[in-house]
């Protein structure tokens, strides 16, 4: 199973950037998908979370009207979009998938594979 991330990237305050993650050897198919983000010295936090089967979300406060995930049924694809991003957005952004039933989770021990993360950087 592999999860790859697009690579991220850096943008102004206020600025969007779209993350990708692709799945290799893995069906996203009525799959629970969570996106994260880590910066030093802090823990791993849930920032969205995407039920491939009917495409219910859910979002940390934080981002809620900000970042929406959406997903590619074809291209086995799930989607970050970042819009309006402040200056505590940056941070490594993690993929992660889930073949448990727990619904749409923001906890890491939800998910059962990961990416390998990618950096978003936010300049003011």
């Known amino acids: 199973v592999q999860l790859m991330e697009t690579v991220g990237g850096s943008v102004q305050t206020g600025g969007s950037l779209r993350l990708a993650c692709a799945a290799s050897?893995?069906?996203?198919?009525?799959?629970?998908m969570g996106w994260f983000r880590q910066s030093p010295g802090k823990e791993r936090e849930g920032v969205a979370s995407?039920?491939?089967?009917?495409?219910?979300?859910s979002y940390h406060n934080s981002v809620k009207g900000r970042f929406t995930t959406s997903q590619d049924r074809a291209e086995k694809t799930v989607y970050l979009q970042m819009d309006s991003l402040k200056p505590e957005d940056p941070a490594m952004y993690f993929c992660?998938?889930?073949?448990?039933?727990?619904?749409?989770?923001?906890?890491?021990?939800?998910?059962?594979?990961w990416g390998q993360g990618t950096q978003v950087t936010v300049s003011s």
């Open positions: 995407i039920y491939t089967g009917n495409s219910g979300t």
């Open positions: 992660a998938a889930s073949d448990k039933k727990y619904g749409l989770s923001l906890e890491s021990s939800a998910y059962d594979y």
């Open positions: 050897g893995y069906s996203i198919s009525n799959k629970y």
